[in-house]
């Protein structure tokens, strides 16, 4: 990776801004990040944040290692407060778990209901409620910014403390793999390829985990949040889809995607047998549905990485400023489309279904 060069000041903290904690990096978008912000400004969110730190009194709390002697942490995990980014940020607390440490965790609202009953945490925490974290022997944050400790700060200032990314700034990296291997170094480890993934991979067991019985509908995970990532042309696809024999649907996606369900249910016209749970379950039973479908299309986004909990081969459609690497397990079973520009809508959907039905059994 290109970093600023020389020895200046500025110069040593915007390499910080861009230097991921771990040895061996993982896939990310470092160097473009680095170009579109500039030397100076990466230098100075790196500046503020260590100063953040000096200015809160946590700087002498900072450990650089896991004592073996902790067996019980509270992972603040505050700044991501969107699905796909928690499943890969929180993916190795299997490993965690694995070696003896009991994991609770304080979330965001808008995450927490996903992992309540989840098999590898512990208690499971909004940031409001009344935290008593004199039990724990150590605090995971996930930087070193102001945003990621202060619920450290107001829940278990006199623990210990632990950042998964330090200074590191950059947004688009396989952030379950970094994780994986910032802990995994932390902790003295030398992992697998194979152990190494599976920790790495997003996860979600709740209530048991995702078992359910195949019910042969392809699954079309509709709606999103931004525009350019958001599929336009599913109603095509599903008609496409049924002119070759495709008869079972099932529609999953939130309150964003209700518009795009309706309109996939009126091209297909009663021509097959559609189960719409758009807007009409939760995440364990979009989950569920998922995992019992024979595949699945997806978008980049929340429910992309939620299929990638389950075993069901999945279509992942990304614009073209997401390289896949970024998102996807290293063991993803399925496959990929990447638009020629940064809208997904630029890719046909014939080339939609055509990939889709060479995920079908």
């Known amino acids: 990776m290109t970093t600023p060069s020389g020895g200046s000041p500025i110069a040593r903290l915007a390499r910080a801004g861009v230097?991921?904690?771990?040895?061996?990096?993982?896939?990310?978008?470092d160097v473009r990040f680095l170009a579109r912000k500039g030397t100076a400004k990466v230098a100075w969110r790196v500046a503020r944040r260590r100063f953040e730190v000096w200015q809160s009194g946590q700087s002498g709390r900072e450990a650089v290692r896991w004592h073996p002697a902790w067996r019980r942490a509270i992972w603040f995990h505050a700044e991501a407060p969107q699905l796909g980014d928690s499943l890969l940020d929180l993916a190795p607390r299997s490993l965690l778990v694995e070696h003896g440490i009991a994991v609770d965790v304080v979330l965001p609202a808008a995450t927490l209901p996903a992992f309540r009953g989840d098999r590898w945490l512990g208690a499971v925490h909004g940031f409001a409620d009344p935290i008593d974290a004199r039990d724990h022997d150590v605090a995971i944050v996930d930087s070193a910014c102001a945003k990621a400790l202060a619920g450290k700060r107001r829940h278990a200032p006199a623990l210990p403390w632990l950042s998964v990314r330090k200074d590191y700034l950059a947004y688009d990296y396989q952030r379950g793999l970094l994780a994986t291997r910032r802990f995994a170094e932390l902790l003295g480890l030398a992992l697998s390829p194979a152990d190494e993934t599976r920790h790495a991979r997003q996860k979600l067991e709740i209530g048991g985990g995702a078992v359910a019985?195949?019910?042969?509908?392809?699954?079309?995970?509709?709606?999103?949040?931004?525009?350019e990532r958001s599929y336009r042309a599913w109603p095509t696809v599903a008609r496409l889809l049924r002119k070759t024999g495709i008869t079972r649907f099932t529609l999953l996606g939130s309150d964003n995607g209700s518009e795009a369900a309706r309109a996939v249910v009126a091209a297909l016209d009663d021509e097959a047998?559609?189960?719409?749970?758009?807007?009409?379950?939760?995440?364990?039973?979009?989950?569920?549905?998922?995992?019992?479908?024979?595949?699945?299309?997806?978008?980049?986004?929340?429910?992309?990485?939620?299929?990638?909990?389950t075993r069901t081969p999945t279509l992942a459609v990304f614009d073209a400023s997401i390289l896949p690497?970024?998102?996807?397990?290293?063991?993803?079973?399925g496959a990929t489309l990447v638009s020629p520009t940064s809208d997904v809508n630029a890719i046909a959907p014939e080339a939609v279904t055509e990939a889709a039905l060479r995920l079908m059994p």
């Open 19 to 29: 230097t991921q904690p771990i040895a061996v990096p993982v896939p990310s978008d």
């Open 213 to 227: 019985a195949p019910d042969g509908r392809l699954a079309l995970a509709l709606g999103g949040v931004r525009p």
């Open 273 to 309: 047998d559609v189960l719409d749970l758009v807007a009409r379950t939760d995440i364990a039973g979009t989950q569920r549905a998922m995992a019992a479908a024979c595949a699945i299309v997806c978008v980049d986004g929340g429910l992309l990485h939620l299929a990638c909990t």
């Open 325 to 333: 690497a970024w998102r996807l397990p290293t063991d993803f079973d």
